[in-house]
């Protein structure tokens, strides 16, 4: 798969990983210079095989040489053992930890997505590739240390041995090493292409996964279970076809490693050695120098090609899961800048007299050219309670979820106290219980205090959770508070699920309260309950409420009437119904208090 220009243009993943060792050397220096030490302590060993093979054969061998030659190995040895230990223990306790943060960026940098870029991904993709991310880079640099600069440093203490014993091996040695090279580049291009293809197919199918199982009712409830496995099925066969061209790839670049070194190198030493020998241009010294050097060197290279082909797959993993997730941008730049800033607290918007839409226009960004919100002016003052109404695709949620900050606008303003409503906020301006309310899979009490970032006293969240008729329900669990609710909240109904948001909601204490049909799932008696205790929750707030149903307008102060992405209709209840217009066609469309679209 070849990359567009576009792409890399905006390919990152480089500048992003080099930023990490910019921002990380000082820690991760010594690991890599303990690995260094330890494998030139053992590159430099068949110098002195050598010498004490030419030693020994000698009529008379100088036993003092010779003892010091086996001194220097026993030294060597040790120094190898010595440094490759602290290499491990420094592995475990400095650069493992350091790497961790790359874990942390990623996560920061995610959260930073803007709404239209999570909605557009598939949350099992977007985990697998942070975990691939992660894993890859992780991999990368580690055995980077463990694995290859060892065989790296090797080569050139090799062909420096062999120049002091025979400079025609060490000139047969380097051009191998350039013919290998050379041949590995051209068949990693090959195994990179492939890695990115199946590096996104991998991804992909991941992302399938995740949302089969997410669906895990549906798919019992539809019995579509072999359609899901038939679907699964596939995915698995598209992903094998991209495996086998990988893994064919890789099986070319090791047939060319084994061309040039199996044969290649040794057919072509064994005939120059023979020849070097029975001319006498090579002593008994340089033969067991030479060999031990071939028999060192050929280890090296096979393992560095292999590792050189491993890391090529990664790295190439790495990029296109890094490219996905953070197209165009240096998130560990970005993330080191930012720690280096002066960290301002975030202060809660002051909300003294109205919040207003002032000729707002938007576009969702896949359909720019269609309108969904058209000249919006709307005005909503400390303390009303204004319901939104209208039939689906009106636009009514999309006004909401700019107010929430999931979409950036371009044309008109959103402004709190006649000042642009900034984003970061946001948060601690508003308490926001959706229709469909989706949990962590935690325990009901860390749901509840998330409205406090888990802060929350558990008086607080009883009380919380009274006030939302949801205390009666949770006593009634095995585990109570500590219940886990299972995945998205799963192990509870919806009204449940609902009731834990509501909760939440009173937890917070904003001054804004959002809700879209916020009790659209319980039944009537506890609607009535918790209508209740919501208006009281509104006495001393700001109310904004989608309502699908409409007697879950009979307190608000105005109500607003969408159509096509424009404000039709304002005023309270009994103005609209007389009017005869827009809003009295959708009172009278309604079945069981529900509009009918």
Not at 582 to 587: G, K
């Amino acid at each position: 798969m070849k990359e567009s220009k576009k792409q890399k243009k905006n390919d990152q993943s480089i500048k992003a990983m080099l930023s990490f060792l910019k921002y990380n050397w000082k820690p991760l220096l010594p690991t890599y210079l303990a690995s260094f030490l330890a494998n030139i302590s053992i590159a430099v060993l068949p110098y002195f095989v050598g010498r004490i093979a030419g030693l020994v054969s000698e009529a008379n061998v100088d036993y003092g040489q010779l003892k010091i030659l086996l001194i220097i190995m026993v030294a060597l040895n040790l120094v190898h053992s010595l440094t490759w230990r602290v290499y491990g223990l420094l592995e475990v306790f400095v650069q493992t930890p350091v790497l961790y943060k790359v874990r942390d960026i990623t996560q920061k940098y995610v959260w930073g997505f803007k709404y239209e870029e999570f909605v557009q991904r598939p949350s099992g993709k977007v985990a697998s590739a942070l975990d691939e991310v992660y894993a890859k880079l992780m991999t990368i640099f580690i055995d980077f240390g463990e694995e290859d600069i060892d065989k790296l440093v090797r080569f050139p203490v090799f062909i420096g041995i062999l120049f002091l014993s025979t400079k025609e091996n060490a000139v047969l040695f380097s051009v191998f090493l350039i013919i290998l090279v050379i041949t590995s580049y051209f068949s990693l291009k090959r195994v990179k292409s492939t890695a990115n293809i199946h590096s996104d197919m991998k991804s992909t199918v991941a992302g399938r996964q995740f949302d089969s199982i997410s669906n895990f009712v549906n798919v019992k409830s539809f019995n579509s279970e072999s359609v899901e496995l038939r679907s699964l099925s596939k995915d698995s066969s598209s992903m094998l076809k991209t495996s086998t061209k990988r893994n064919f790839a890789d099986e070319i670049y090791w047939a060319s490693a084994d061309l040039v070194i199996r044969w290649g190198l040794w057919i072509s030493f064994a005939v120059l050695n023979l020849w070097l020998y029975s001319n006498g241009n090579l002593s008994v010294v340089g033969i067991v120098t030479a060999v031990t050097v071939l028999q060192q060197f050929t280890n090296s290279i096979w393992e560095i090609s292999g590792r050189i082909q491993h890391i090529a797959t990664d790295f190439s993993e790495y990029k296109q899961n890094y490219n996905y997730l953070f197209p165009g941008r240096n998130v560990v730049k970005e993330y080191y800048q930012d720690l280096n800033k002066p960290k301002l607290k975030v202060q809660k918007p002051i909300f003294d007299s109205s919040i207003s839409f002032n000729n707002l226009n938007f576009a969702y960004p896949d359909r720019d050219d269609t309108k969904v919100l058209k000249n919006i002016n709307l005005t909503i003052n400390k303390n009303e309670k204004v319901g939104i109404v209208g039939k689906s695709g009106s636009g009514k949620t999309t006004l909401i979820k700019l107010l929430l900050g999931f979409y950036d606008y371009e044309d008109g303003a959103i402004q709190v106290d006649g000042k642009p409503l900034k984003k970061e906020s946001l948060g601690l301006l508003n308490s926001y219980v959706p229709q469909d309310t989706t949990l962590f899979q935690q325990s009901i009490a860390y749901n509840i205090a998330y409205a406090k970032n888990g802060k929350a006293t558990k008086k607080e969240i009883i009380a919380a959770a009274k006030k939302a008729h949801a205390h009666e329900f949770i006593n009634s669990l095995p585990d109570k508070y500590e219940t886990l609710v299972g995945e998205r909240g799963i192990k509870l109904s919806l009204g449940q699920r609902q009731r834990i948001a509501i909760a939440r909601a009173f937890l917070k204490h904003s001054d804004l309260l959002i809700l879209d049909e916020a009790t659209s799932a319980l039944d009537s008696k506890t609607e009535k309950l918790v209508q209740d205790s919501l208006e009281k929750l509104w006495k001393d707030k700001t109310v904004v409420a989608i309502a699908h149903r409409l007697s879950t307008l009979n307190n608000v102060n105005r109500i607003i009437v969408m159509d096509a992405g424009r404000i039709v209709e304002s005023g309270t209840k009994a103005e609209l119904l007389s009017q005869n217009g827009i809003f009295t066609d959708l009172w009278k469309h309604q079945k069981d208090g529900l509009i009918i679209d």
